[in-house]
């Protein structure tokens, strides 16, 4: 059965911290893998990533994808208190979009 | 703010009753997708619809069901709601048929009693 799995489900840090999201898969017929922060109610999209070993970076946040290993990693650096959020990684396929449980980041100041 | 609107805000349903949940897309994009987000959970896929026709669907119960209309808007509609329905229903809309680079809604909050 596909599936997507996130960890940490939580994680506390402190401000200027740096931080890396893991997100691990089993889907067949894979097409992309898209990261999302979810602070509320929307989610909202920050990567996506199709090919192997390309970085994605946007400000502090980046992002790889390993398609051999199945796995993808979020990294931000120098946390702040507004990258609270819940971080959510799904996988999409030929006819479905699956989402991981999501990782809790909690930054103190 | 992303464009795509969700109504209500909030609902309260009794089980065994019907609900339609709506979204309107952002301006230009044609397709439009539904997901349901329970507590501590990550988004689960129920449908999609490209212009006006369902285009891929989850594991969901024939009583989950959909339509896309002219504009793109969408609803969404359960039928015989459960307990176990109860959860934050998003919709996201994308330019493309498929699932990449999708803007979310607010969502809907069902809560079945």
């Known amino acids: 059965e596909d599936k997507v799995v996130q960890s940490p489900l939580s994680l506390v840090v402190h401000e200027g911290d740096t931080v890396t999201l893991n997100c691990s898969y089993e889907?067949?017929?894979?097409?992309?893998l898209l990261w999302y922060k979810q602070e509320k109610k929307a989610p909202t999209f920050l990567f996506m990533l199709t090919s192997s070993g390309i970085e994605k970076k946007s400000g502090r946040l980046s992002s790889i994808l390993d398609k051999k290993e199945l796995f993808s990693i979020l990294n931000i650096t120098a946390t702040q208190t507004g990258d609270s959020a819940v971080y959510l990684c799904a996988v999409e396929n030929n006819n479905d979009m699956r989402f991981g449980a999501g990782t809790r980041l909690t930054v103190k100041p | 703010e992303t464009g795509v609107t969700q109504s209500p805000t909030h609902l309260i349903k009794t089980r065994g009753q019907q609900v339609t949940l709506r979204c309107s897309s952002q301006?230009?994009?044609?397709?439009v997708s539904w997901y349901q987000q329970a507590l501590g959970q990550g988004p689960q896929f129920i449908f999609q619809y490209y212009r006006e026709e369902e285009n891929g669907r989850g594991n969901f119960p024939p009583r989950f069901s959909g339509l896309q209309f002219p504009n793109y808007s969408s609803e969404l509609n359960v039928n015989a709601l459960e307990l176990d329905d109860s959860a934050l229903y998003l919709c996201a809309s994308s330019l493309f048929a498929g699932r990449r680079e999708q803007y979310f809604g607010p969502g809907t909050r069902l809560t079945v009693t």
């Open positions: 301006s230009g994009h044609n397709t």
């Open positions: 889907v067949t017929n894979f097409r992309s």
